[in-house]
């Protein structure tokens, strides 16, 4: 009887050259316990490519997982998608293992308009709002960005099999500091709008301090969420040229996030001291 267990996650995953081996080696051994023949077993690599300046898209098949790190990926290419096929040449019933990574569509429009150069910081509220839409998708979208299908006929293996796939891949998830990122962003945008407008009604009462005090600590969360978004992306297959790029961002983020953060306590004795000199 032909048994089919199909999965689907919505993690954010940063799938590394050794994370890539140990899983191919995995499904290797796992396809191997049912296979009698190992001259039987075929294995593919299904790349989807993207240009990174004008957005086309291009499919490669691979054989090896060699091909597939020399393959570009960060330079005028980015990869998009990577599927590994493990079957058998006997098509009917025969043991097979499907996964897939894949970076999340959605995210591209968003993440492209702070990560093509470093985040201008200064211009952190210039975006407007085509960038506060995007920020609002980023921080309420799921997406399928891994799935795997298992097909056998012994219930034992595809359960052994499952158990080992889902360790690997708990092993690449990461913390979704992007949408993160979106919820502070929208959350600071909206609370200085809340503010602005309040500080206009003569009704509204608060001293220039406090609202000095008020706007650079929402200035400062803004700045967090934009280096979150900026230096941690969602998806990452990091090798290649993308391995560097993707240091060289994360470096820049963490040194805003560190500048953030002592910002946050000078801003917080700053306020701590007006409010004992105008008592």
Known sequence: ??????????????????????????????IKQVVADENEIITRFNLKLVDQK????????????DEIFSEDNGDLWLIDTLEISISTKKQNNSPSIFLRFKRDDELKALVSTIQGTPPNFIGAFSFGIPFIKRA??????????????????DRDWIDQTKRKIEERIRKIKRFP????????YLCSVLTIIVCLILVATPAWHIGI???????FMLSLLTLLSIAFMYGFPPYTFYWGDYKNAYDKKQSI???????????????????????????
């Open 177 to 184: 500091f992007s949408n993160v990122g979106a919820n502070i």
């Open 54 to 65: 004008h957005q086309y898209e291009a499919q490669a098949e691979k054989t090896s997982l």
């Open 209 to 215: 301090g406090y609202s000095i005090f008020a706007f």
């Open 1 to 30: 009887m032909r048994i089919e267990l199909p999965q689907s996650f919505s993690y954010r995953f940063m799938l590394k050259e050794q994370d890539l081996r140990d899983i191919y080696d995995n499904l290797i051994k796992q």
């Open 253 to 279: 983020s963490k040194s805003i996030i560190n500048i953030v953060i002592f910002g946050f306590l000078i801003d917080v004795v700053a306020g701590i001291i007006t409010t004992l000199i105008t008592k």
């Open 136 to 153: 609002m998708d980023v921080a309420s979208f799921t997406q399928t960005s891994i799935s795997y299908k298992i097909i056998g006929e």
